[in-house]
């Protein structure tokens, strides 16, 4: 065993990860970010510190076991590595990609204290993407419980609750919408932040668990949640739909040719690939000035996908500061690189029309900080007389989403007071058998949300359905008691209570 | 079922009304035992096909099947018409979508189609006359050649009104002017539901407006994803503004701001033409290349993945 580590004798400088020119990936589709060289991750790796706290860990939302994984690419066994990651997260190229680590397990490091902290989710995608372009699946041996699942939307969520559902046996059948499975992954998330065949590798490891999906279903309409426990022979179901039903601001002009929501747009460009038209039939308008309100995740990918798609000037219009922007550092940076105009503290009251009833130009109000609100983010409140004009052609609103409504409307599901579906502490819903997650339940948040949701959800659902936890993991005893991983107490795990479906 | 876990939707027959109009019969039996008046599904003929809404004309539970009668005006329906056989798939449908049209509690009901919303009104004229109601059909049609149905609808309907723009056949005028007759002889009509070209649907609401009946208007604005996601579809009613997908289709025609509507139509206007002139000149690449391509490559034939 080599000599212990300590923060003077790792690597001081945090391995940089090769990025495409701002200028050259500001055209182009293409990722970014091109992810580690085997010597950039090796070199990485000797950067954590192993140290007994682990706090990397209990700031993962899912509880990826990160210094174990890290400690395997330090012995160039990466199939090792990507065996303790698939033990708790199942698409690590989606995660390293597009967690926002840095509120995370990177932000609680204990390298971080004193250096940059430890570039966990690059080493991750590092291990997710070998083990796609090695052809890795774990596929353990799975013995058959008898239950059937219903899982409502192919997203994180739904993905997750899948996977831990497959692995404890179960026959799981993922109903999707739309024509592809992956959700968000697939419609929002552009491909220069995540490949689509990236997701495609993933979800195929995930057919490989045995998990069948079905697309072109919508869940509610073709037939009900209350249809698929009572009628279609579902032992438990998992509704992950979602929130995505876009929010506009309500000021004169939203009906104008050129105001689309991101939503609309990253939809357009990302699974209906609109890039290509006329190569593909879904088209897109091109926006030569564009504006984007908002500054979360969401608006960052609106942003750069519009100046992908050839806009000359591509602006950011947000009504608080940068410091207050909910977009992770590194999209903000990236879009800064990339030449998009920030303009904070900048509120829109009017968005203007030509003739044609097409935009022309929007209105906006300068912005100060006041008070702290609810959030506890400083109040923005208009500056008397600081009206201007910017002129633009198309207005994206990116300002967060609400509850879609489909399921509400179709299920006697108890229902919060905006929409969203209420659940009890284990997620489960006022229809026994039933358990949600992700947006649907707690409003628009990250992927990796939406993922540890989907298996807090599936360890609920084995309880329910009285499966032993299969996953096999037994916490020794100097461990933590409360269930590290899974949301179930110890003295349930390994506790057979049988019951025939 | 291909990589991306999409599976084809069987086209089981197919039937031209006109040179522009045809019908498609889809297989889809839990669709089929799902759909509801009113309701509409989402189509893509093919993988990099765009996602057309379709409003579903019939659907027959014993068969298993799903109607769809289609407009070819854009690039996409136009190569449908040009593609979709017997035998042959579409590549995506999903649905039923949209709140299904709200049916019963009047006694007597005046339905109304005009152009490619003479397919859509039958439903609602069918689950009319199931509900109890005295329906009184008001179809429209440009000539006497392009009437379709006009038997289909005589079933459900106890008093049917054709109107042809030429007075080729029924009365001559546009579908208004059966309004205006239907309402002079029944000044009893309790609710009016209209489905066509917005221009046409504004006309109903206007013609109805000063009798106050109620009247409903299916509308059909541009969408992507049918689910509520997109909100592409958005539309004005009174001082809200709703979804079309997942609040609609169906809204009180008095209240919707139908300019509105028309105009958010024309947003993809320029698209669409490039898409459509694109589309016709491949075609007539193809036929000059290939002049012997016989006729027989169109004849339906069944479908071997049974």
Not at chain 2, 69 to 97: F, H
């Amino acid at each position: 065993m080599a000599k212990k580590k300590t923060i003077r004798t790792i690597p001081q400088e945090r391995t940089p990860m090769r990025e495409q020119d701002p200028i050259e990936r500001a055209r182009n589709f293409k990722e970014v970010a091109c992810g580690y060289s085997v010597e950039d991750a090796l070199r990485e790796a000797e950067r954590c510190l192993q140290c007994a706290d682990e706090p990397c860990v209990r700031g993962c939302p899912v509880s990826i076991d990160i210094p174990a994984f890290i400690q395997k690419i330090t012995e160039k066994h990466y199939h090792g590595a990507y065996d303790i990651i698939s033990d708790t997260n199942l698409l690590p190229s989606v995660c390293g990609r597009v967690c926002p680590q840095e509120s995370q397990c990177e932000g609680v490091c204990t390298v971080g204290d004193t250096l940059e902290p430890v570039a966990i989710g690059r080493l991750e995608r590092f291990v997710g993407d070998t083990a796609i372009r090695e052809g890795w699946a774990s596929v353990p041996y799975i013995e058959p419980s008898g239950f059937r699942v219903g899982i409502v939307g192919a997203g994180p969520a739904g993905m997750a609750c899948a996977a831990d559902m497959a692995k404890a046996g179960c026959e799981v059948t993922v109903y999707e919408a739309f024509h592809e499975p992956g959700g968000v992954l697939k419609y929002g998330i552009p491909d220069f932040r995540l490949p689509n065949d990236v997701i495609d590798a993933e979800i195929e490891k995930l057919r490989r668990l045995g998990i069948r999906f079905q697309c072109n279903t919508l869940v509610g309409r073709l037939f009900t949640i209350e249809q698929m426990v009572t009628e279609m022979g579902f032992h438990a179901v998992f509704i992950g739909t979602g929130a995505g039903y876009p929010s506009f601001m309500g000021i004169p002009g939203e009906s104008l040719n050129g105001v689309l929501s991101a939503n609309e747009l990253l939809t357009r460009c990302n699974l209906m690939r609109a890039r290509d038209f006329p190569n593909v039939d879904t088209p897109l308008q091109p926006g030569r000035r564009v504006a984007v309100i908002g500054a979360g995740n969401t608006a960052m990918d609106a942003l750069r996908v519009s100046l992908r798609l050839g806009a000359d000037k591509v602006s950011c219009i947000y009504r608080r500061s940068k410091t207050e922007a909910p977009a992770r550092v590194e999209e903000v940076h990236h879009a800064e690189q990339e030449g998009i105009e920030f303009h904070w503290l900048t509120s829109p009251i009017e968005i203007l029309g030509d003739e044609k009833k097409a935009v022309r130009a929007m209105r906006c109000v300068r912005m100060e900080l006041g008070d702290p609100d609810e959030s506890g983010r400083r109040r923005p409140v208009p500056v008397a007389g600081s009206e201007f004009e910017i002129e633009t052609d198309m207005v994206v609103f990116a300002i967060g989403t609400n509850a879609n409504p489909i399921l509400g409307q179709t299920a006697k599901l108890k229902l919060g007071k905006r929409g969203y579906i209420e659940t009890d502490d284990h997620l489960a819903t006022s229809i026994a058998g039933v358990y949600a997650g992700g947006d649907i339940v707690t409003g628009a948040a990250t992927v990796i949300q939406a993922m540890g949701a989907g298996r807090k959800a599936a360890a609920a659902m084995k309880a329910y359905l009285g499966l032993r936890d299969t996953d096999g993991v037994y916490a020794p005893d100097d461990q933590d008691p409360s269930t590290r991983r899974f949301g179930i107490p110890v003295e349930e795990r390994g506790f057979s209570r049988v019951r025939l479906p | 079922m291909d990589s991306t876990g999409s599976q084809g939707f069987e086209i089981v027959a197919r039937q031209d009304f006109s040179d522009v109009t045809f019908l498609l019969e889809v297989r889809h039996p839990m669709l089929a035992r799902a759909a509801r008046a009113g309701q509409f599904v989402i189509v893509m003929e093919h993988e990099s096909g765009e996602r057309i809404p379709l409003t579903i004309a019939d659907f027959d539970r014993d068969a298993g099947t799903i109607t769809l009668v289609i407009q070819a005006v854009g690039k996409t329906t136009r190569e449908m018409q040009a593609n979709c056989r017997a035998g042959t798939e579409l590549y995506a449908v999903v649905g039923p979508m949209g709140i299904p049209s709200h049916i019963g509690g009047k006694k007597k009901v005046l339905c109304v189609g005009g152009g490619l919303g003479v397919a859509p009104i039958y439903p609602q004229a069918r689950a009319w006359k199931e509900s109890g109601a005295y329906v009184i059909g008001v179809v429209g049609f440009r000539n006497r050649d392009l009437v379709f149905w006009e038997d289909k609808f005589r079933a459900c309907c106890d008093e049917l009104i054709v109107c042809t723009d030429d007075g080729s056949a029924g009365i001559k005028g546009l579908v208004t002017e059966g309004i205006k007759q239907a309402i002079a002889k029944h000044p009893d009509i309790e609710e009016a539901v209209a489905i066509g070209p917005p221009i046409m649907m504004k006309g109903c609401a206007e013609a109805t407006r000063p009798h106050k009946i109620r009247t409903m208007v299916s509308l059909n604005p541009v969408m992507v994803d049918g689910t509520g996601m997109c909100g592409g579809c958005r539309v004005k009613i009174g001082e809200t503004v709703k979804f079309a997908c997942v609040d609609g289709p169906d809204f009180d025609g008095h209240l919707v701001d139908f300019d509105d509507l028309m105009s958010r139509l024309t947003r993809y206007r320029d698209a669409e033409r490039e898409a459509l002139e694109r589309w016709t000149e491949s075609c007539r690449i193809r036929k000059d290349e290939e002049p012997a391509m016989a006729t027989s490559y169109l004849a339906d034939t069944p479908s071997t993945d049974a």
